[in-house]
Each structure stands twice: as C-alpha cells, then as structure tokens.
C-alpha cells in the first residue's frame, strides 16, 4: 500500500460498498486537501452519507482504502478507527444527537473530557463556541430543554471546540431555518479558516454546498466529478449567507 499525495490530509481510492447487496459506492476516489472545505452533492441516496461514514471509519468499505495522512483507515481494528475518530476528527450528523443527562456545556466539552483534556479547560472550549450561537445563557440546561435548533447548534459547537483535524459534516443544516443555517455555516467555515480544520460536508442543499471551496458530486454511488469555486461563485456563497 503507498500512502496519498502529500497535498492530500484525507484519501479515498477506488471505495466500493454494497449495503444488502445494493451497491451503494462505485469505485469512488477523491482527495482532500488540508485546510479545505470539501462539499459532496448530489441527490438523496446518493451514497454521500455512505462516504462520510467509510471517511470517518465508521463503516469499512467492501474494497478499497481511506487514508488520514499516512495512516490506512481502511486496514485499522475497530479500537483503533474509534481511537482515530476521538483524536483526529468531529462529526456533526443531519439530526442533534446529544447526552440528555448531560447539560448542553457538557455535551460540548464531551470529545474533550474523553480525551483526557481538565475540566476548565474544556468548558472554556465549548464556552467559546456555544457562545458564537448565543447559547452561553442556556449552557446549564439539558438537551430536552433547549429548542430543535439550539440542539443542532450544541452538535455545531461540538465539532468544533475538540479543535479536529477534520470535521465531516452530514447534511448539517438540512432541518433549520435560513437564518440558523445561514448562522451555522458562518460559525463552521470561520472556524474551520482560523484553526487550519479541514471539512467535508455532504448536502443536496445550493446554499450549504456554495460556502465550499471545491465540490464532487455524488449520484447513484459514483463521483461525477469536482469543480473549484469561481470568484463569482465565492461572491454568491458570501451573499447567500449574509442573512
């Protein structure tokens, strides 16, 4: 096995994976580069979500290979892939899926308490970001008591105060209103530009995919292939978000 072109933080070669004998992915290879913002699109069942879960080495392919850096996603045991996933990346899913024992400061904090980080230190961490969503008044209060947006922007904060190497994003604004989605996306990208984090989110959404700086599309498993973003693109992207 060779290890991916330098430019390349993230890697998938020749990914195939059926799901009850289904075919899902197709012989699917894109890389990703450190510090970009990476969107695939495409259509429902697509096999985006797929991909994102063979990235993050939640699920291994049929064949083919992930790699982070120099190290085979692919070829890891599974206490391995999750001692991978608690190190290198964040992941924010479509839905909020928080620990509703545990206060929305602490569901924040909680990559950074299971890494070992001190207690101050990681709720300063996730202080930080609940605040950019005006949520530092609602810190103390248990998932079941914060609205279905606020949820979704405890998951937001989540991701991004463990401070990953990588953040992969599953259709993560797909059930909030333009304003939060707008919010979510400015809050993300402006985190992933100051902390060098790269993102890959997965989205049949116009608006979410344009704050991307490169984009692949996904239909029926296969890659169609991928477009960087115009400067009149980048200028639709910022007007789209300026809400």
Request: glycine share 6%; aromatic share 4%.
């Amino acid at each position: 096995m060779a290890a991916p072109p330098d430019n390349d933080l993230l890697r998938a070669v020749g990914l195939h994976h059926a799901h009850h004998g289904s075919p899902v992915l197709a012989d699917v290879t894109l890389g990703v580069r450190a510090g970009e913002i990476l969107a695939v699109t495409g259509p429902r069942a697509g096999g985006k979500t797929t991909l994102l879960r063979c990235l993050s080495g939640q699920l291994v392919p049929d064949t083919g290979e992930i790699w982070f850096d120099e190290m085979p996603v692919h070829s890891l045991t599974p206490s391995q892939r999750e001692r991978f996933r608690r190190e290198h990346l964040g992941w924010i899913d479509s839905e909020p899926h928080l620990v509703p024992e545990l206060s929305a400061w602490e569901n924040a904090a909680l990559p950074l308490l299971l890494r070992g980080t001190p207690r101050r230190a990681a709720k300063a961490a996730a202080m930080e970001w609940l605040d950019r969503f005006d949520l530092g008044p609602l810190a103390r209060k248990r998932p079941h008591a914060l609205a279905y947006a606020q949820r979704q922007q405890v998951c937001v904060a989540r991701a991004i105060a463990m401070e990953p190497a990588v953040i992969l994003a599953d259709e993560p604004t797909v059930a909030l209103r333009r304003p939060e989605r707008a919010h979510a996306l400015r809050t993300l990208t402006s985190a992933a530009r100051s902390h060098d984090i790269t993102v890959v989110i997965a989205t049949s959404d116009a608006d979410t995919a344009s704050v991307a700086d490169r984009t692949v599309r996904l239909s029926d498993g296969r890659a169609d292939g991928e477009a960087s973003d115009s400067p009149e693109q980048e200028g639709r992207a910022a007007c789209s978000l300026s809400v």
